[in-house]
């Protein structure tokens, strides 16, 4: 199976976020993600790694505004030159917004300070000197995955770093920055129906954002329910597209310490959704956080559990784009997502 990856995601490595509460810890988001999930396929031994191709901003473009685009692109150099007047208390390596105005009834902000806020939604997306590059090349992870199904493979992993299903049109959230399974399911859509299937712990609210009113690609998202979890404003069961696409976004909100059998349920369901809508293609946002032992997770999915999540979906046998979302027990994360991904690889 074809394993798309780069070593750019180090370049983002943030020295820490700002967790509910106001804690001030290091990132879950960490290189060591990468780390342990090659080698677990390394120990595998199926997994044949390519690099990703530059696709330059098209492809993004295609889904994120330009404004927001260029903000994550010159936003860290430009904090940078306006770090020295805020005062010796302020960190010139990171920047992190601290002020979220609902901004679509007010200005826009003209500094790079300013903008980390109006172009975010939490404090989870801290920015440094190399978050833009790692961000980009983890897009082209992802678009180099779609081209890959498109020439005929079956089935592509894009170990993609940083993940990208909390980041809309226009905000990053969620350690996301571009959200890199939307970015391959527009450009797989160009060629036939796709359904982008999320399976992250947490809702794909980025991906809600993008494709609420687009009848061509199917959105499921199974998900942690957010009257208790992150985001908790988008990810409920009444939410279901808008305008030509309603009905063609499907939330599926789970009770807490969901376990396996509920889950291979609820996912059943899902894919019911998928069959129905007959798509050429499908994008899987895979995090591995539903695991019973991810540290920031409520769920009760159990190693033995990924494997048999993975084959249900590869049962629908469509071309498959599995893009890496979360998962941060770094323990037990490589052998979780070897074990999704076996099926889709002949296993």
Known sequence: MLVVYSEAHRQHDPPFEIAE????????????????IRAAL???GWAAYVAPADHGLAPILAVHAADYVAFL?????????????????IDPTVLLGTVWPPRRAQGRPATAAGQAGYYAMDTACPIVAGTYAAALTSAHCAV??????????????????????????DFAGGYCYFNNASIAAR??????????????????NGTQDIFYADPGVLTVDIHAHPE?????????????????GLGFHHNFPLPYKTDDARYLATLAAGLAEIRAFAPRW???SFGADIYAGDPIGDLAVTTPGFAAIGAAIAALGL??????????????LGVNTVNFLTPFAGG
């Open 21 to 36: 509460g106001g804690t001030k810890q290091p990132l879950f988001e960490a290189p060591a993600r990468m780390e342990r």
């Open 42 to 44: 390394d120990v595998a």
């Open 73 to 89: 692109r010159t936003g860290y150099a430009r904090w940078r030159a306006e770090a020295a007047a805020l005062g010796a208390h």
């Open 144 to 169: 180099t995955g779609a081209d890959l199904l498109l020439a005929g493979e079956p089935a592509v992993f894009a170990l993609c770093r940083p993940p990208g299903h909390h980041a809309g049109q």
């Open 187 to 204: 450009r797989l859509a160009a060629h036939g129906r796709v359904a982008l299937l999320d399976v992250d712990f947490h809702a794909g």
């Open 228 to 244: 208790r979890q992150y985001p908790y404003f988008a990810g409920y069961a009444e939410e279901r597209g808008a305008g030509p």
């Open 282 to 284: 499908l994008v899987i």
């Open 319 to 332: 071309p498959a784009l599995i893009v890496m979302e979360g998962g941060y027990n770094t323990g037990q």
